[in-house]
């Protein structure tokens, strides 16, 4: 890299650096202001009142965001890794908005793809203690996958037999139309939502239906039991907040001089 990219390297896509703590935080300050810009814009009054002056701040807004987006491109190593990463993804789609409005009218709503920047804020100041505990909680959801999956796969079985005997049970005169309103229901009811738009009148019908509230909250508990036994296996790992200027990996070990993932030298 030059001198120039590796600097800029360090600022934007690292924040071990003070220049690097102050530029997260900007661009911290920046999203949330882009979000609350989107929110007055809903707001009636507020839009007519001030249409111009919103109107400049997200133009603003977009510029800082464009120039950013273009400054990561150019100093990564491989231009479409960032491109096509997650990242890459999200922050094409924050500026996007604005240019498709300048072309196409009623696309201002879709200003609210920004928010999803915010998701960037598990690396502002590059806290350990956050990234730690992130790290644990995606290890334990991924190998948590499979016990959910087979929890889901049974709990969906169980909402299509229930759906269908509550179809059987109630008929098209109490709401029970067809068979998928049935299972509407009966997903509304295991999760203890409970609309109120559709409800048994017979007596086995209310009788079913409170087994399966009563069944719902044990059901709620076990995903929540799943994760939690596979949270309580693994340590804290001890990662550093090391961007791969190569491909573009994150939480490699403290002290790690190379990129686990690609082997390249890390900065």
């Known amino acids: 890299m030059?001198?120039?990219?590796?600097?800029?390297?360090?600022i934007i896509f690292e924040a071990d650096t003070k220049s690097g703590k102050i530029f997260d935080?900007?661009?911290?300050?920046i999203i949330l202001l882009s979000i609350l810009l989107v929110m007055l814009e809903s707001v009636p009054s507020i839009e007519n009142q001030y249409h111009q002056l919103l109107r400049i701040s997200e133009w603003a807004i977009t510029i800082i965001f464009s120039i950013e987006y273009i400054l990561r491109i150019w100093i990564v190593r491989h231009s479409k890794t960032y491109i096509f990463s997650f990242y890459g993804i999200i922050d094409f789609l924050s500026v996007l908005p604005t240019y498709v409005a300048l072309f196409f009218a009623g696309t201002q709503g879709?200003?609210?793809?920004?928010?999803?920047?915010l998701l960037r804020v598990f690396r502002i100041l590059k806290l350990n203690r956050y990234l730690k505990e992130s790290a644990i909680i995606i290890r334990?959801?991924?190998q948590s996958r499979i016990k959910i999956s087979v929890f889901l796969f049974a709990v969906i079985t169980l909402v299509i037999i229930i759906g269908t005997i509550m179809y059987l049970i109630e008929g098209a005169e109490n709401g029970f139309t067809s068979i998928p309103r049935g299972i509407y229901w009966a997903i509304v009811t295991l999760t203890t939502v409970g609309y109120g738009d559709i409800s048994p009148a017979t007596p086995l019908g209310q009788l079913l239906a409170s087994m399966v509230m009563i069944m719902g909250y044990a059901i709620i508990a076990v995903p929540t039991g799943i994760v939690t036994a596979e949270l309580s296996k693994h340590n804290h790992p001890n990662i550093s907040t090391q961007v791969c200027p190569n491909c573009l990996s994150e939480g490699h070990a403290h002290g790690a001089k190379y990129c686990s993932n690609c082997g390249s030298k890390l900065n």
């Open 2 to 10: 030059l001198p120039t990219k590796e600097k800029l390297y360090e």
């Open 140 to 142: 334990a959801l991924k």
């Open 110 to 117: 879709l200003m609210v793809i920004r928010a999803l920047r």
């Open 25 to 29: 935080i900007t661009l911290l300050v």
